[in-house]
């Protein structure tokens, strides 16, 4: 069964730093892995996409790795701002089912 | 920008009675999902649905919760009995591709508070 962890679970950062986020899991017969953004008592907006064949995606100051290989992801924020302040999950289908299995999320604050 | 539309965004309800929630996806996605989301923890799959067809469900509590897709377009989740337990929130989500090789949008979601 697939498992996805994601360390740390919370994260408190001054405004302007780079950042980067960990996501692991553990079978890595991964079709594509997702990075979402949740805001406090809303639905999950969708960041990047980034297929089992790419190694990275980027989106504005949004760059995603992935390493199949080893289990990883990361999430890299670039001059974060307070408005970057929410809590990001990642996902993975795998299996023949294909089910689709989140993380626990890290809750980011960007102290302005 | 499309949007998934759900409602009602708040729900209030004592327990043993009925809820249900609608979801509307975004036009011409074929994948649509039900999702329950506890705080503090990431959402968890209660019923998956390929058009009208129902793909996976092995998570829906089946003695309590239902969910349909009739003409394969917006769907509606129910909880009948609804217990304290289900307090949480309900999520609703569609991707254009077949199975989970899509990217997902989601709704806003309904946040049920059973008392």
């Known amino acids: 069964k697939q498992e996805v962890t994601q360390i740390p679970a919370a994260l408190s950062v001054p405004e302007g730093e780079n950042l980067v986020l960990n996501c692991s899991f553990t079978?890595?017969?991964?079709?594509?892995l997702q990075w979402f953004r949740q805001d406090p008592g809303k639905g999950l907006t969708s960041l990047l996409l980034?297929?089992?064949?790419?190694r990275e995606q980027t989106s504005g100051r949004l760059n995603a790795s992935l390493d199949k290989s080893s289990g990883r992801s990361t999430l890299y924020i670039a001059a974060s701002q307070p408005g970057d302040s929410a809590t990001y999950l990642c996902?993975?289908?795998?299996?023949?089912?294909?089910?689709?299995?989140f993380g626990s999320g890290t809750q980011l604050t960007v102290l302005p | 920008e499309a949007e998934v539309a759900q409602s009602p965004r708040y729900k209030i309800t004592e327990k043993s009675q009925a809820v249900a929630f609608w979801c509307d996806p975004i036009?011409?996605?074929?994948?649509l999902y039900w999702y329950r989301q506890i705080l503090g923890q990431g959402p968890e799959l209660l019923v998956q649905?390929?058009?009208?067809?129902?793909?996976?469900d092995s998570q829906l509590p089946k003695d309590r919760f239902s969910a349909e897709r009739l003409k394969g377009v917006d769907s509606t989740l129910k909880i009948q009995p609804a217990e304290l337990g289900d307090s949480a929130m309900y999520l609703c989500?569609?991707?254009?591709?077949?199975?989970?090789?899509?990217?997902?949008?989601f709704g806003e979601g309904s946040r049920l508070t059973v008392l």
């Open positions: 079978d890595s017969a991964i079709y594509n």
């Open positions: 989500a569609s991707s254009r591709g077949q199975g989970n090789t899509g990217e997902l949008f």
């Open positions: 036009s011409g996605h074929a994948t």
């Open positions: 996902a993975v289908p795998s299996g023949s089912a294909r089910q689709l299995t």
């Open positions: 980034i297929q089992s064949s790419q």
């Open positions: 649905f390929q058009d009208e067809s129902v793909v996976d």
